[in-house]
């Protein structure tokens, strides 16, 4: 879809600004949402991080505008140069983009981001999110890291397949409706 390296940043900036809110949801409510609130011993999730003094990051308590800039930050990072060209490498040794339905390559696409960026992404919030208090170790890192690859990868996957990248693609075509309109002028 997107046609030049000013497109790619945005559609990279509204993929990653919908990703994030949804994964920091994900993680916050569904995954640790009942250990939040049982530690906190409240009746709901804002509860339970507002006692906290916020979400657990880097070894201190942060709040939760700060915990989506960083992820935001890293996410958008990682989507520019690791997700977008390697999904879109790896659907190419797939699927010849010229000769394959454009919903079916777009869609392998898509599954391929969710490849590559969900193990990223997990390593990069196991190292966020890592119990420091309790002294470093790799084992539990790793252990970490498998355990959110996880857990995230079917979100990630079904996320991105049915929700986001649709609503994404949406908004990016009702962005750049003038190219997109003048791109099939042209091939017309």
């Not at 890293?74 to 919903?103: I, Q």
């Not at 079904?158 to 929700?163: D, E, T």
Request: net charge positive; charged share 10%.
């Amino acid at each position: 879809m997107p046609r030049n390296q000013f497109q790619r940043m945005i559609f990279a900036l509204l993929s990653v600004f919908f990703t994030v809110h949804g994964y920091i949801f994900y993680s916050l409510y569904i995954v640790n949402g009942n250990a939040l609130m049982q530690t906190a011993g409240t009746d709901s999730v804002i509860a339970a991080i507002n006692q906290n003094g916020g979400v657990y990051m880097l070894g201190h308590f942060l709040p939760i505008w700060a915990v989506v800039l960083v992820e935001f930050c890293l996410a958008y990072l990682l989507e520019n140069v690791m997700g977008m060209p390697g999904s879109f490498k790896l659907a190419c040794k797939v699927f010849n983009p010229k000769e394959t339905h454009p919903f079916l390559f777009e869609t392998a696409v898509i599954c391929a981001t969710a490849m590559l960026m969900c193990p990223a992404m997990s390593l990069i919030a196991a190292f966020l999110y890592y119990p420091y208090y309790a002294g470093f170790n790799i084992f539990t890192l790793a252990a970490n890291w498998i355990k959110l690859i996880c857990l995230n990868f079917p979100f990630a996957l079904l996320s991105q397949v049915f929700f986001i990248q649709p609503l994404v693609r949406t908004l990016f075509k009702f962005l750049f409706c003038r190219d997109i309109d003048n791109l099939s002028a042209q091939s017309a």
